[in-house]
């Protein structure tokens, strides 16, 4: 059933007149003797209805028949016609009510009590006169959500004043450790925060997480209540309790809030200053690492005129704090530079600021190379061999044939230089991970591979050891009739040319030679078979 619908073959002919405040029929139905006390399908009487729909003259007729214990009957859902009359803001059906006898402290099911009803639609009169007939200023939700907490939340500053000086407390916490301050702050209600610093709240209380009222400010973008705040002694580094340990220069960083940002970095200098050593700020990231990974590149300028390094994203760091900090990154694979952020989240317009800014990406560049490529990242990966970025082969190699990447980013690894053959004695063999051990391939993944691997050599041979395996999978004769056709003469030129001028290098120049026209420089860079050509017919085929 639901309790909030009314269902009018459900309502009695008394409750039906005075929904629609019809006096006359409500007199008559009352004197041929019609009840006032039944109740429709949510629980209401007729004098809840009178109390919802400020009917006051049938309220006023309901109450002579009543008595006191009907005056304060309860819907299904606990809820009293002086709470009904609250939440309306009807003034008048209150003062009716409690002069009859109604009592204006009986809370819902939830715990809500009527004058948290008044405080909520911003009823201001209806508050000061359930104040003054002993509603309880101190009432909350069963969750702890106050008085108080309602009114900062939704900046009724004149009702948070009427409830201070009828003593609410105003250090009052809910179940998250959360006070009004907090609340204020969080919503950018500068009227009540400021009302309520005036009136003793402490600008660095905590909340069950440590979080600050700044913090807060600074997480939802109001830099008029940071402002206010950072004025009135809130202090800048007080880290959460969360595994990131923010602070509020942090949480304005990674959420992209310019104004507040502006205002935190004074302060939070020596914030920045702080570099990550064992066992202080497990897990943390810098605020440039954070707007790296937000993509917030004014925050990012701003963060670097300030001083904070591209690399590290400490403030003017020594040359000892940043070769320290550097290496745990490395040890650890953890906290990646700025650069790596952008790029591991999409931002390469980020990724492009930092490298102009004079970030190095060459810290663990090989895993994180592989990172890219495991995540199908064709344009970060790009950028990073662009700029210096090494593969390991020998992870490339076993971590190929657990499927960790697809095919067409072997394609780019491969046109950027990197070689792979079926000679068990060569570095760079796949010999050892073709074996029956690797049941989960299935032959066409490795005609689709050797296929890929065929087109950037001139001739490609196996080994014993090659053919032995490939014949367990099933699939050597299809590798043979593949591998036995000589390449045309225009590949083998193009697998001579690019030889010639080094396999790293030829990506680099080719694009930068005015004078071939491009369909030579797309066939010289493979471009048939990288993503977004031809592609897909290559490997899907």
């Known amino acids: 059933m639901d309790f909030t619908e009314a269902y009018s073959d459900r309502c009695s002919t008394v409750g039906a007149a005075v929904h629609t405040g019809n006096v006359n029929v409500l007199r008559e139905l009352i ?23 400020k009917k006051y003259e049938c309220l006023r007729i309901l109450l002579t028949k009543l008595t006191k214990e009907d005056v304060n009957a309860r819907t299904w859902e606990g ?21 009859d006898g109604a009592d204006p402290n009986i809370s819902n099911h939830e715990g809500g009590s009527p004058i948290l009803q008044a405080v909520s639609g911003n009823h201001k009169d209806c508050v000061a006169f359930l104040l003054k007939k002993g509603a309880d200023v101190q009432s909350h939700l069963y969750g702890g959500w106050s008085l108080l907490h309602e009114a900062a939340c939704c900046g009724f500053s004149d009702i948070l004043q009427l409830l201070l000086k009828a003593g609410a407390t105003i250090a009052v916490k809910d179940d998250f ?16 925060l400021r009302l309520l610093i005036e009136n003793g709240a402490d600008p660095n209380a905590r909340a069950e997480d440590d979080a600050t009222p700044l913090y807060l400010a600074a997480q939802e973008g109001y830099p008029h209540c940071v402002e206010y705040l950072l004025n009135h002694g809130a202090k800048v580094d007080i880290p959460t309790k969360t595994a990131e340990g923010f602070r509020p220069i942090h949480v304005a960083a990674y959420r992209g809030h310019i104004e507040c940002l502006k205002l935190l970095l004074p302060p939070s200098f020596s914030v920045l200053e702080q570099g990550k050593f064992p066992g202080e700020w497990e897990g943390l990231l810098t605020p440039l690492q954070l707007a ?32 320290t900090l550097l290496q745990m990154a490395q040890m650890l694979e953890i906290d990646p530079p700025p650069f790596h952020c952008a790029t ?33 990242d064709s344009k970060a990966l790009e950028m990073l061999l662009d700029h210096g970025g090494q593969v390991d082969c020998k992870h490339i190699i076993s971590d190929l044939f657990r499927k960790l990447f697809p095919l067409h980013i072997l394609g780019i690894l491969i046109n950027r230089g990197l070689r792979l053959c079926f000679n068990c004695r060569a570095q760079h063999s796949l010999c050892p991970n073709i074996n029956s051990a690797v049941s989960g391939l299935r032959d066409s993944t490795v005609i689709k591979l050797i296929k890929l691997i065929f087109h950037y050599v001139d001739r490609l041979s196996l080994c014993e050891h090659s053919t032995k395996h490939l014949q367990e999978l099933g699939c ?64 899907n085929s």
Request: glycine share 8%; aromatic share 6%.
């Open 31 to 53: 004197g041929r003797g019609a009840s006032v006390n039944i109740h429709d399908n949510r629980g209401w009487t007729p004098l809840h209805e009178a109390a919802n729909a």
């Open 344 to 376: 591991l989240s999409g931002h390469y317009s980020t990724a492009e600021l930092l490298l102009d800014s004079g970030a190095c990406i060459c810290l663990s560049s090989s895993s994180f190379c592989l990172l890219t490529m495991f995540r199908d």
């Open 292 to 323: 790296a990974k937000g993509g917030h590149n004014q925050v990012i300028r701003i963060l670097l005129e300030a001083g904070c390094d591209p690399d590290c994203g400490v403030r003017n760091p020594s040359a000892e704090t940043k070769e």
């Open 476 to 539: 050597y004769y299809k590798v043979i009739s593949l591998t036995s056709n000589p390449h045309s003469l225009l590949h083998l030129c193009r697998v001579a040319i690019t030889e010639h001028m080094g396999t790293t290098c030829a990506p680099k120049i080719i694009p930068n030679i005015d004078f071939l026209p491009v369909l030579i420089k797309d066939f010289l860079l493979y471009r048939e078979i990288l993503p977004g050509t031809d592609c897909t017919v290559l490997l």
């Open 177 to 192: 450790g959360i006070m009004p301050v907090f609340t204020a702050a969080q919503y950018g209600k500068l009227d009540c």
């Open 79 to 99: 809820e009293t016609a002086v709470f009904l009359a609250a939440r309306a803001g009807c003034l008048e059906t209150l003062m009716l009510l409690i002069k």
